[in-house]
């Protein structure tokens, strides 16, 4: 079974940098797809960036974080990562890092099957 823990979260001041990992255990062949999604009370969860393969795969971001966030993953260590640059306060929430083993640019959550606990943001002076 396929686990999901993500670490990295915590304060920082607006303009600050946090980098945020997601350590990926279990059966991890057949998923192709990885993705990091947040979410605010009474919001729903909205996509933030996806990348596919374990290889130097495709790289996507939504918009409101292209240029200032970085997906990855490293094969060696099973660990999927999110550097945050130039956080906004905006940019605050519960950050949750999610598989599956669908290929393509998946930005809803429902094309997700496995999902971490998440870890929260804030950005604040």
């Known amino acids: 079974q396929l686990q999901l823990v993500e670490s990295g979260g915590g304060l920082v001041q607006p303009g600050g940098s946090l980098r945020l990992s997601c350590a990926v255990s279990?059966?991890?062949?057949?998923?192709?797809?990885m993705a990091w999604f947040r979410q605010v009370p009474g919001k729903e969860r909205g996509w933030v960036a996806s990348?596919?393969?374990?290889?130097?795969?495709?790289?996507s971001y939504a918009d409101a974080v292209e240029g200032r966030f970085t997906i990855s993953r490293d094969a060696d260590k099973s660990t999927l990562y999110l550097q945050m640059d130039s956080l906004k306060p905006e940019d605050t929430a519960v950050y949750y890092c999610?598989?599956?083993?669908?290929?393509?640019?998946?930005?809803?959550?429902?094309?997700?099957?496995?999902w971490g606990q998440g870890t929260q943001v804030t950005v604040s002076s």
């Open positions: 279990g059966r991890t062949a057949d998923r192709d797809t």
């Open positions: 990348i596919l393969g374990w290889l130097g795969g495709s790289v």
């Open positions: 999610a598989a599956t083993s669908r290929v393509g640019r998946i930005t809803s959550p429902d094309g997700y099957d496995t």
